[in-house]
């Protein structure tokens, strides 16, 4: 194993080729580098629709994108976006990589950057294949500072490398001109600032999406209850589920799914009362603005990636549930599983009435 100089390092790329959510808790790991190493560079390999709001928020000094739909497309388009992606970062001549992708192509990208110093996960949530190479020369826990959570898992990269955790909860705030331009949207629709909750129903597979008539009765129920509003939001392909939730529940619920980009979302998200939603990158984002949160999770465990530092009850039905969906489900992989419609009304309910009993107090002291 190699020994870590005390030396600073001067270029670091970390390599987060998944999703929003990932990003938002990698944010922290950033945030830790930065302290540790005021004048190094850091850049993001990550996808390009996250291009801006990395840059935006400060979460990396520069980024290096990649195109999904390419990484999965033919052998061609394949090797031609790898070739393409490596040659981008070359040019940074980094002295430290952080792999907290931990998959066959982050190995190869690994590999092919060749930095003094390479920190890759032992043991690998993926082992090796035959013929493959482990470039790591730093190994970390897959979970450090003892813990269960995700989160944990993006910081481990420090313990290895021998840096002080000094920021644990990943920390986002809107943009000025993004918060003016959210009051500004709120005020159009004559939606007072926590006074509201954002409401999203998407997620990037079906399965982990609760049944948007269940959204409806949540809304419906609560908002009766509270006098809150509701906001809708989401991506632009999450504008039929909108639809579904707005054709059952009254016309004061605003549907702002596919409006906003994401640094738009955040400065909405940081408005709102509460948010409710299933596990996604927004319910991340929502905790990262201080947020509370209400979560609906199917087989992923609430334990590993619940929303952190914020007051929050995350919802699972009992596990081994009945299998709703045979022909979806395809367990035990937590993506491709649909236990979360086996949620009923009544427990998100009463989750969502709790966290804003909690955070009543709260709230008077910010009025």
């Known amino acids: 194993m190699l020994q870590i100089s005390p030396a600073p390092f001067h270029s670091i790329l970390v390599v987060q080729t998944k999703f929003i959510g990932d990003l938002v808790l990698a944010s922290a790991l950033a945030k830790n580098l930065r302290l540790a190493f005021p004048g190094a560079?850091?850049?993001?390999?990550?996808?390009?629709?996250?291009?801006?709001?990395?840059?935006?928020?400060?979460?990396?000094?520069?980024?290096?994108?990649?195109r999904r739909d390419r990484m999965r497309g033919t052998s061609l388009e394949r090797g031609k976006e790898l070739y393409a992606m490596v040659r981008a970062l070359r040019r940074f001549r980094f002295d430290l990589t952080i792999d907290l992708t931990d998959s066959k192509t982050s190995r190869i990208v690994?590999?092919?950057?060749?930095?003094?110093?390479?920190?890759?996960?032992?043991?690998?949530?993926?082992?090796?294949?035959?013929?493959?190479?482990?470039?790591?020369?730093?190994f970390a826990k897959p979970y450090g500072f003892d813990g269960q959570h995700f989160l944990y898992r993006y910081l481990s990269p420090l313990e290895a490398l021998g840096i002080e955790l000094r920021a644990v909860i990943p920390n986002l705030q809107p943009l000025p001109m993004e918060t003016a331009k959210a009051l500004a949207l709120l005020g159009k629709h004559h939606l007072r600032p926590n006074a509201f909750i954002a409401v999203h129903a998407g997620a990037s597979f079906e399965g982990r999406r609760w049944q948007p008539e269940r959204f409806a009765a949540v809304i419906f129920e609560i908002a009766g209850e509270t006098g809150l509003d509701v906001v809708l939001v989401g991506g632009p392909d999450e504008r039929e589920i909108a639809e579904r939730i707005v054709a059952r529940t009254a016309p004061s619920?605003?549907?702002?799914?596919?409006?906003?980009?994401?640094?738009?979302?955040?400065?909405?998200?940081?408005?709102?009362?509460l948010f409710?939603?299933?596990?996604?990158g927004p319910m991340h984002m929502a905790?990262?603005?201080?947020?509370?949160?209400?979560?609906?999770?199917?087989?992923?465990?609430?334990?590993?990636?619940?929303p952190v530092g914020v007051p929050s009850i995350s919802l699972q039905p009992p596990m081994p549930c009945?299998?709703?969906?045979?022909?979806?489900?395809?367990?035990?992989?937590?993506?491709k599983a649909c236990c979360v419609w086996g949620l009923e009304v009544k427990p998100v309910v009463d989750a969502v009435?709790?966290?804003?009993?909690?955070?009543?107090?709260?709230?008077?002291?910010?009025?």
């Open 41 to 66: 560079s850091i850049v993001f390999l990550c996808e390009a629709r996250f291009e801006s709001f990395v840059i935006a928020h400060d979460i990396a000094s520069e980024v290096v994108t990649f």
């Open 353 to 367: 009435r709790e966290v804003l009993s909690r955070t009543e107090m709260k709230l008077e002291h910010a009025i």
């Open 110 to 138: 690994t590999g092919l950057v060749n930095a003094k110093t390479r920190v890759g996960y032992s043991p690998s949530e993926r082992p090796l294949r035959m013929l493959e190479r482990q470039p790591a020369n730093v």
């Open 287 to 306: 905790a990262a603005t201080g947020t509370p949160v209400v979560g609906l999770f199917g087989l992923t465990e609430p334990s590993r990636w619940g």
């Open 322 to 335: 009945a299998c709703m969906a045979e022909n979806l489900c395809r367990a035990p992989d937590p993506s």
């Open 253 to 273: 619920v605003v549907n702002l799914v596919g409006d906003l980009s994401l640094e738009s979302l955040l400065a909405v998200l940081k408005q709102a009362r």
């Open 276 to 280: 409710l939603g299933n596990e996604s």
